[in-house]
């Protein structure tokens, strides 16, 4: 199913209002306010601590927001009855940080749960959507092998894999280079920019890399510990500059990390 091809009106991938996120009484985030184009490739940026896997784990629904709505596709996730919340959780993918695979599983028994899950598929059916998602993000002839038995970055391939096994419209990765050499987090990063134009997917990515941020990011948001919200918005390419807020230069012209590739 999809939602994004369904919908003929021009709302927004996800339009957030008025946003609080927190722990048992503990507000770490509040008042957030924004929205991510269909087909944008979004950062959510910021240093340790401010907050960034907290909003990603209250947008997916692992998290009960304090306050707030988030809307899929003009369509309230929040607001809406489990029916309609299993509906929009098959709209879109995770790739959660390790890539959090089971290891009792083979790489194609990976991607394989959520069609067994969520589709009336044939085995064989499977077997062979399963082998295209693993062709797609280049792990043909890995299908057959455990996680244990591949690299960091196979396994976050492989998650990529199985968090596009159902053709979601949005897909979350949560620190995807964590863990990551350089060269294989630009190969990741290359990966992402083929997954949304192939298939024209909005991805929301959480990171605090500046490779990545300044090498595929269209859009960011970054957020702040104290500020408790949004302290920057916009493409990552002299957002610094724009915004003057000592915080977001200091994130953004921090050199422990190379700058490569440039933003459109
Ligand atoms: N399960 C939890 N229960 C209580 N507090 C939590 C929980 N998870 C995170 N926090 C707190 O929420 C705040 C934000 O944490 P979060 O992990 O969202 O930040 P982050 O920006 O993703 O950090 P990092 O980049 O270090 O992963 C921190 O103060 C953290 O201690």
Redesign the pocket.
Same mark, same amino acid.
């Not at 996120?21 to 048992?24: K, P, V």
């Not at 910021?46 to 784990?57: A, D, M, P, Q, V």
């Given at each position: 199913m999809s939602l994004a091809t369904n919908h003929t009106d021009s709302s927004p991938a996800i339009e957030v209002t008025g946003l609080q996120?927190?722990?048992?009484g503990?507000t $770490? &985030?509040k008042d957030l306010n924004f929205s991510v184009k269909r087909g944008e490739v979004f950062f959510i940026i910021?240093?340790?601590?401010?907050?960034?896997?907290? &909003? &990603?784990?209250n947008l997916v629904g692992l998290?009960a927001p304090l306050a707030g709505e988030v809307k899929f596709f003009g369509q309230s996730f929040t607001a809406s009855d489990l029916g309609a919340r299993r509906n929009l959780l098959k709209t879109f993918g995770v790739l959660y940080?390790g890539g959090a695979l089971w290891s009792s599983l083979t790489l194609r028994q990976n991607v394989a749960l959520p069609l067994e899950e969520h589709t009336a598929l044939s085995k064989r059916e499977i077997a062979e959507l399963t082998s295209l998602k693993l062709a797609q993000v280049g792990l043909t002839g890995f299908e057959d092998y455990y996680p244990a038995e591949i690299s960091g970055g196979m396994k976050k391939r492989a998650g990529l894999a199985r968090a596009l096994a159902l053709d979601p419209d949005i897909v979350f990765l949560?620190?995807p280079s964590a863990g990551l050499d350089p060269i294989t987090s630009r190969k990741l990063d290359d990966l992402v920019l083929q997954v949304r134009d192939s298939f024209g997917t909005t991805l929301v990515v $959480?990171s605090?890399e500046l490779a990545s941020i300044f090498g595929i990011a269209d859009r960011v948001i970054m &957020?702040d510990?104290t500020a408790q919200g949004i302290i920057a918005e916009g493409p990552p390419n002299g957002l610094a500059e724009r915004v003057r807020d000592p915080r977001v230069g200091e994130f953004l012209l921090r050199r422990d990390q190379p700058r490569v590739g440039s933003n459109k």
């Open positions: 996120c927190g722990y048992e503990r $770490v &985030l910021g240093g340790s601590g401010c907050g960034k896997s907290t &909003l &990603l784990r998290n940080q949560d620190e $959480v605090h &957020l510990r």
